[in-house]
C-alpha cells in the first residue's frame, strides 16, 4: 500500500508534512527544556506524539478554512503557518510574542492564518467554532471550520449544545476530537458513558468517523473526506482521531495513571518515526534527507529560542490596552 | 420626534441598524417566528429574513458563544437571552470568553456583539426569574454595560452598542416596556457611552439611579419638591464606562448623595458609586451616602413580600431624608 | 383489549386516575379564571391535555420514589398527594401555601411527599435528580427519582452531562420527556436536530422509549416497565411521552404558532374524556359515577380556592426567614 | 499543634469530617485517582473508598448540581471545582438553584454542601485560568463565603462549613497551598462563620483583607512598623457573614482604613466593606479608605504585566501611607 502514497498526495506534501512534524517535536520539546529553565511559565500542555493529527488535518483543509483548537495548540498553530519565533516569544510572555505575550501558551492566535484561537476553558471553542461557520456561511465565503478538542471535552454541556445547534443551523462544522485517552488523569471510559467518541454524534443525526491518530496520511485522508462533506452538505461533520501524548498532561504531571507497558506500546508507534520509515520505504527519502529535515528544525527552534530569549518585555501601558478598542 | 414606548424605540433600534448593516443580525429563543417574548422583536423576521433573524435551541451558553464565533468572523450580532437570568448559563461564554477574547489575543480581533436582556423584579416571577445582575457585569472588565432608564435613551444607547467594536451588554426593564416617552426620529440619534444623564437638576441632595430606579427617583423627587427639598437626579445610562466625573461634580454641588439600585445591596454597585463619591468628594460630604437596594434574599413570590424587597418611591424618599436629618 | 383493562389495574385504581384526571383539569382551569381576577399573578403555566402523563407515571412509581420537574407542574405535584388547597394558596402568594408563599406556581416543593420541586429553568432540574439519585443509592435506599422535563428542555448542556453521568455512576434515574412539540412557540424540529427526543440517548448507552402520552393507561404501563428496569439495573432510563397543552404556553401566550386543526385534533384525544369513555366501555364506571367524579373535583377545587381567598398573607419578616438556618 | 501546610490543613479536614460522618462525601475533576489536580485530595480515596471520593467528568454545572441533588437526598457533598474560574460554568446551579432553593422552597429542606475552589491569580495562568471571583459570591444572597488565610483558619473554617446545613462557598488561594502554619490538632477546632480575625494588632490605620491579601497585608505591616507606623490587620475570614463590627470598631479606633482585595476593583468587594466603614465612622474617618484591588482587567500571561494586576506589598504600604498624608 505504501508504495502508493504518491497517489495520495504529492511527494513533496509528503515530505512537508514530515518536515512540520519534526518542528512540532522539536518546538515542544524544547518548550519542555525553557520551562524547566524558568523561561516558560504557566500551565504548559505539550502535543509530543499527537502530531498527526495535527499535521494530516491541516495539511486537508484549504488555508482560509477556520481552525480552533483547546490550551494544547502550539502545534496546531505552528502546522497552520505561525512563526516559531513568534510562538516562543509568545511563551516566554515577551511584546513580540504572538499576542504581545497576553495570552500565553493556552492562548495562541494568528487571525491572518484563520488560526482562531487557543481556548483553555474545556469546550468553551464549541460554540465559537459554530459561531464562526455562521458568519463564513452568512457571507458565503465557501469555507469551513475545523475545531479541534479532547476527548474528555465532550462531557461538557457546550459539546452536545454546539453539536446540535450546527445540525440545525446547517452549519459547516468539521468536529475533531484528539482522543488521547485521558482528561488529566481521568480514562476516557471512567468518565463517558460511551467511550467511543464517535458514536456520541448519532442523537444529533451528524455522521462520524474514527481514524488512527498516529498516522498523518491517515488523518489527511479521514478530513479531506469529511471536509468535503461538510463543505458539500454544509453540515457538521465528526471525526475522532485515536492518539496519545506521550507526556504528562502538563508539564506538572508526571503522568503515574499509566503504566510504562501503555506508554511504550505507544511510543512504539511514534508519527514522526513512523512517517519517517514510510517515506523511507516509499523512495520519497533517504535517512539523509530525514536528517536533514530534522536538523532543520532543531535550527529553526533554537533560533525561535533565541529571538523570544532577546526580546523586549511588554511595556507597563500594555496592561491597559486591548481591552476596548 | 414621537412618543413611543420603550419597547418601540428598541424595536426601533433593531430595525434602523439592521437596515443600515445588512452584518447585523439577531437571534435568541423565539425571538422570529414568535416575535420575541417580550415583543421586542416583531415584525424583525418579516422586515428582514430568517437569515438575519434566527430562532434558537435553549442552549443560553450556546446563544452567546455562537455570537462571540460570528462577531470574530466579521458579523454583527444581536444576540437576545430571553430574561437575564438566564445568563447565569452563559457566564462561561460572557465572562471566560466574550470579555477576555479581545485582550488575551493581544488585541488582534474585534468584537462586535450586543447581548440584549431583559431583567428586574417586580413581576411576582419568584427567585428564579427575577434578578437584576448588573453588578456581575459591572464588576467585570471587557464589556459595556447599558443600563437605559427611557425610550429615547435605549433608542440612543442601543444604536451606540451596535456600531461599537466591543462587546455591550445592553440591560432591559421589563417593567419599563411599556413606559412612553418622546424619541428623537433622527437615525444618527446616538448616545455616547460613559456620559451620566442629568435628568433633574437640584441643590439638596443627588439621587444617583440607572435603569427603572431612574424612573422612581424621578418620582420621588416630585414627592420631596413639594416639602422644598430640591434634587438632582444622575441617570447613569452605562455602568461600564462609568461617568464619574458627572456624579462627584453634582455631589460637589450638593454634598449630600443617595444611590439606588434595585440588585442585592451587599456587594451591590451602589457601594461602588458610593465609594467612588467618597473618594472624590471626602472634603465636601455632608453626611454619608446612602444606599437604597434590593433586599439580600432571593426574590419571594408573594407580592406582598415581593414589595420588600425592590426599592420603592417610599424607600428613596426616607433616604434622602435621612441624609439630610443633620444627625451627622 | 380494552376488556382486559383490569388485568393491567384494579378497577379501583383506574377509577382514582380517572378522579385525579378530572382534579388536575378542574384545578388548572380554576387557575386561569384566578389569573384572570389578578388573584394569581407571575407566569402560570397550565397543563390541561398532559395529565395523562402525570397520573400514569404517578400510579406506576412508588409512593416512597423522588419526583422532579419544571414549572408546568401543579398536577404533577397535586397526583403525588399533595393538597389542592394548599397548592392554590402557594399561587395566591399566601402563608398557607406550600412553600408559605415564597416558591409560587413555578416552585412547588413538597418533601414529605418525596415531590422534590418544581425549577424554572429550564434543564434545572436534571442534574439535580441525578443528585439525589446518587443519595438514594448511595443510603441503599431502594428509590428511584423521576425526573420530568420538556422537549425543548433537552437542548440544554444540562441534558447531557446528567445524562452521561447518571449512567457512568450507574444512577436510578427515570428521565421522563413531555413532549408537546413545543418550547413556547418554537417546534420541536425546529430546535432539535432529532426531533425524536428518545432517540438522544444513543450517545449514553441509555435506553429508551416512546409512549402514547395522550394515554394515561398505555403511560403507566410504559413507566411500570422502565422503573422496574431503572431499578433493577441501577441505571438511568428515558421516556418520551407524546402529548400535547391545549392552552398557549403560558397565560401570556395566546398560542398563535398553532392551527386550529392541529389544537382540534388533539382535543380529540383529550384524556380526561377518554379514559372516561373506556372506563365506560369495560364496565368500569357508567356516566353518572364519571359526573359524580367530576363534581366532586370541582368541589375540591372550590374549597381550595376558598381557602386560598381566606388564608393570611406571609408576615413581613418572613421576608429574611428561611434563608440560612 | 503542628505545622503543616495550608493544602495539608485542609487535607486534615476533609478526612476528620469524612471519619466522624459517614454521609460526608466529595467528588470532582481528578479528585480521586489522580488525588486533585492541586493534591488537596491526597489519601482520601485510600482511606475512604470509591463510593465516597469519586471522580467526575468535565462537566461544572452537573458536579455542582448533583452535589445540591445530593445534600437534598440527606447527604453532605464537598463538590470540588478543580478551579474556581471554572463556577463559572456552573453559575446557574450555583446561583439560580443552590442559593435559592432553602428560600423559594419555604425553608423545607436542608443544603448542607461545600464547594471547595482554588483560585487567585499569580502563576501566569492568563485570563480564563487567574480569576478572583469572591465578589460574585458574596453578592449574592443564600451561601456562606469563607476564604481562609492560614493553614488553621483552613481547617477550622472547612470543618465548620461542613457541618453547617446551608451552602458554603470555600475559596483555596493556589499561592497559599504551600504555605505554612501552626494547626491546633483538635478534632473540635471549628471557626465559628461571620467573625474576623484581628491578625495584628495597631492603632495608626486598619488593614481589612482576606486569603492571600491578609499574608500580603501582614508583611506591608511589617515593613511599616519599621517606619514607625502602626497597622492593625482584619482578617475577613468569611465574606458571608460579613463581620461588620470588627471592621468598624478597628476603624473607630484608627480613623484610617485601607481595604485590599485580589478581586476586580470597580464593584469589587473592597467598596462593599469601605461603604460599611464609611456608613458605620462617617464621624471619626481621618481620610478616605484606600482600595488596593486586582487591576480592571483580563489577567495578562506575561509575568512583567500580571504583576502589576495584583495587588503587592509595596501598593500596600503606599496605600498606607497615602491615609497617613494628611492631605485631608
Ligand atoms: C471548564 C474546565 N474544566 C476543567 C479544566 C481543567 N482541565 C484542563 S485540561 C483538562 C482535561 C481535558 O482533557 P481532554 O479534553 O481529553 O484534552 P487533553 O488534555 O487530553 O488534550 C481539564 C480537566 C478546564 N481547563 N476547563
Ligand atoms: C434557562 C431557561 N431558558 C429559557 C427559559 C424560558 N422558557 C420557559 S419555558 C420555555 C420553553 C420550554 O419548553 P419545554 O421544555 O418543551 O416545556 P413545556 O413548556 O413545553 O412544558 C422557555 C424557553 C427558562 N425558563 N429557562
Ligand atoms: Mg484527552
Ligand atoms: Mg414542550
Known amino acids: ?325 | 420626534m414621537a412618543e413611543m414606548t420603550y419597547r418601540d424605540a428598541i424595536n426601533l433600534a433593531l430595525k434602523e441598524e439592521m437596515r443600515r448593516d445588512p452584518l447585523v443580525v439577531t437571534w435568541g429563543e423565539d425571538v422570529a417566528l414568535y416575535e420575541g417574548s417580550f415583543k421586542v422583536t416583531r415584525g424583525l423576521l418579516a422586515e428582514f429574513g430568517e437569515e438575519r433573524v434566527r430562532d434558537t435551541p435553549i442552549s443560553e451558553n450556546t446563544i452567546i458563544g455562537v455570537a462571540i464565533g460570528a462577531a470574530m468572523g466579521g458579523l454583527r450580532p444581536i444576540p437576545e437571552l430571553m430574561t437575564v437570568n438566564f445568563a447565569l448559563l452563559a457566564m462561561d461564554q460572557i465572562i471566560n470568553h466574550m470579555t477576555k477574547i479581545r485582550y488575551m489575543f493581544g488585541g488582534q480581533v474585534k468584537l462586535p456583539l450586543v447581548i440584549r436582556a431583559p431583567g428586574g423584579g417586580g413581576s411576582q416571577l419568584a427567585a428564579q426569574h427575577s434578578q437584576s445582575l448588573e453588578t456581575f457585569f459591572m464588576h467585570t472588565p471587557g464589556m459595556y454595560v447599558a443600563v437605559p432608564a427611557t425610550p429615547a435613551d435605549a433608542k440612543g444607547l442601543l444604536k451606540t452598542a451596535i456600531r461599537d467594536d466591543n462587546p455591550v451588554m445592553f440591560l432591559e426593564h421589563e417593567l419599563l416596556y411599556n413606559s412612553k416617552g418622546e424619541v428623537p426620529d433622527d437615525p444618527e440619534y446616538l448616545i455616547p457611552f460613559g456620559r451620566c444623564d442629568v435628568k433633574r437638576t437640584g441643590s439638596d441632595v443627588t439621587i444617583v439611579a440607572y435603569s427603572r430606579m431612574t424612573i422612581l427617583a424621578l418620582a420621588a423627587a416630585e414627592e420631596l419638591a413639594k416639602e422644598k427639598i430640591d434634587c438632582e437626579v444622575v441617570d447613569l445610562r452605562t455602568l461600564t464606562p462609568l461617568d464619574s466625573e458627572t456624579i462627584v461634580a453634582s455631589m460637589q454641588k450638593t454634598g449630600r448623595g443617595v444611590v439606588v439600585e434595585e440588585c442585592w445591596r451587599t456587594c451591590g454597585l451602589g457601594a461602588e458609586i458610593a465609594s467612588r463619591i467618597y473618594e472624590g468628594c471626602f472634603d465636601v460630604l455632608l453626611a454619608p451616602v446612602q444606599r437604597v437596594s434590593g433586599l439580600d434574599v432571593p426574590m419571594p413570590y408573594s407580592r406582598k413580600l415581593e414589595k420588600l424587597c425592590i426599592p420603592q418611591v417610599a424607600d428613596i424618599v426616607a433616604a434622602v431624608k435621612e441624609t439630610m436629618s443633620g444627625k451627622y
Open chain 1, 1 to 325: 500500500m505504501d508504495k502508493h502514497l504518491t497517489e495520495i498526495l504529492p511527494a513533496e506534501d509528503l515530505l512537508h508534512m514530515y518536515e512540520q512534524t519534526a518542528l512540532c517535536r522539536e518546538f515542544e520539546e524544547s518548550c519542555a527544556e525553557q520551562y524547566t529553565k524558568g523561561n516558560i511559565t504557566g500551565f504548559l500542555h505539550l502535543y509530543s506524539g499527537q502530531e498527526a493529527v495535527a499535521v494530516g488535518s491541516t495539511k486537508a483543509l484549504q488555508q482560509d478554512d477556520y481552525i480552533l483548537s483547546a490550551y494544547r495548540e502550539h502545534a496546531q498553530a505552528i502546522v497552520r503557518g505561525a512563526e516559531p519565533k513568534r510562538v516562543m516569544a509568545e511563551l516566554f510572555g515577551k511584546a513580540t510574542g504572538l499576542c504581545k505575550g497576553k495570552g500565553g501558551s493556552m492562548h495562541l492566535f494568528n487571525p491572518e492564518l484563520k488560526f482562531m484561537g487557543g481556548y483553555a476553558i474545556v469546550g468553551g471553542q464549541f460554540p465559537i467554532a459554530a459561531g464562526l461557520a455562521f458568519a463564513t456561511k452568512f457571507k458565503h465565503e465557501g469555507r469551513l471550520v475545523a475545531c479541534f478538542f479532547g476527548d474528555a471535552a465532550v462531557n461538557q454541556g457546550t459539546f452536545h449544545e454546539s453539536l446540535n445547534w450546527a445540525r440545525v443551523w446547517e452549519l459547516p462544522v468539521l468536529f475533531i476530537c484528539e482522543n488521547n485517552f485521558y482528561g488529566i488523569g481521568t480514562e476516557v471510559h471512567r468518565s463517558s458513558a460511551l467511550p467511543d467518541i464517535h458514536r456520541r454524534t448519532c442523537g444529533y443525526d451528524v455522521p462520524s468517523e474514527r481514524v488512527d491518530g498516529m498516522d498523518a496520511i491517515a488523518v489527511y485522508q479521514a478530513v479531506r473526506h469529511g471536509a468535503e462533506w461538510v463543505r458539500e452538505q454544509s453540515r457538521p461533520y465528526l471525526l475522532e482521531a485515536m492518539t496519545y501524548r506521550f507526556r504528562g498532561h502538563s508539564m506538572a504531571d508526571p503522568g503515574k495513571y499509566r503504566s510504562t507497558a501503555e506508554l511504550e506500546l505507544w511510543k512504539s508507534r511514534d508519527p514522526l518515526v513512523n512517517l519517517g520509515k514510510r517515506l523511507v520505504e516509499a523512495g520519497i527519502a533517504d535517512q539523509a534527507k530525514l536528517d536533514a529535515l530534522r536538523a532543520q528544525a532543531v535550527a529553526v527552534v533554537q533560533e525561535a529560542v533565541k529571538f523570544a530569549e532577546e526580546s523586549p518585555w511588554p511595556e507597563d501601558s500594555e496592561v491597559y490596552a486591548d481591552i476596548f478598542m
